[in-house]
């Protein structure tokens, strides 16, 4: 049994941004000794030098804020006690937004008839002409519940709440999704950063409940798309939280504009 309590999906690039700034500012202060004596080389002088140092500085500053996301306190995703799975369905990116609604969703073990390890490649267009299709390796823990249809609903209404949610003026939202119903499997999306991976969680919590064999899957949305599918398919993007290559589907679909497509992908969902 899990007899303690343990965070999952935490963001684990603190090292890496805290390594990229040493390396940056670390060269800057090599230039500045470079420069002190007098043998910093003609090419890196006058605007350059300065020009440098600048970019240096100001990268570095734009840094800092990623290291700190890494110990927010918000930064979790899964968190496993004794008998429950705690799972947050708003992204860290949205941490500083109101809750007018659940914003995580508790789990009893015994709920969960299954768990499994889910690598899926997507492919979809990109917002406009010029990006052409865009591809993405997907790394989903996958939930299959065993709940009541009620129950069922609840979940299905909290997690679409989420979804359709609209901040209120003068907040910034991330178009980030980490969570989706599928039926009555929930899907958690588990990106490449987070720590530890899906394999380690589920040797921690797999015990409580069977664990399917890994599950590989390919989605295409840049293939040819039946006029009474696009809808759907649109749909399916944004609930994926993938809301920039919904609205990249609709304008190439319809031939809408940007500010048309935005429109459409949002009533669509607030119509779901």
């Known amino acids: 049994m899990v007899v303690r309590e343990t965070w999952f999906g935490r963001a684990y690039n603190a090292f890496f941004a805290i390594l990229v700034v040493g390396i940056i500012w670390g060269g800057l202060a090599f230039l500045l000794f470079l420069r002190a004596e ?5 090419e890196l002088q006058g605007i350059a030098f300065y020009s440098l140092a600048a970019f240096g500085l100001l990268f570095g500053l734009l840094m800092f804020p990623v290291v700190g996301i890494t110990f927010r306190r918000s930064n ?5 006690g004794r008998d429950w799975l705690l799972i947050k369905i708003r992204s860290d990116s949205n941490a500083k937004l109101p809750e007018p609604h659940p914003i995580a969703v508790s789990l009893r073990y015994e709920e969960v008839e299954w768990a499994r390890w889910t690598r899926e490649v997507v492919t979809r267009h990109g917002l406009n002409s010029l990006s052409g299709s865009q591809g993405q390796k997907i790394h989903i823990l996958d939930l299959k519940l065993r709940v009541d249809r009620e129950a069922l609903e609840s979940l299905r209404k909290t997690v679409d709440a989420e979804l359709a949610f609209k901040p209120p003026a003068g907040h910034t939202l991330a178009h980030h999704y980490p969570v989706r119903l599928d039926g009555d499997v929930l899907r958690v999306q588990w990106r490449w950063f987070l720590r530890p991976t899906i394999p380690r969680l589920l040797n ?12 590989d899957l390919t989605k295409d949305f840049t293939r040819e798309i039946p006029k009474a599918e696009i809808d759907d398919e649109v749909l399916e993007l944004a609930r994926r939280g993938e809301t920039l290559a919904a609205i990249g589907l609709a304008q190439k679909s319809y031939g809408m504009s940007l500010t048309e497509a935005k429109a459409f992908v949002e009533g669509l969902v607030g119509r779901d």
Do not use: I, M, T
Request: proline fraction near 9%.
């Open 76 to 80: 979790w995703l899964v968190r496993a």
């Open 204 to 215: 921690e919590v797999g015990r409580e409940f069977a664990v399917e064999k890994p599950l």
């Open 38 to 42: 007098g043998s910093l080389p003609e």
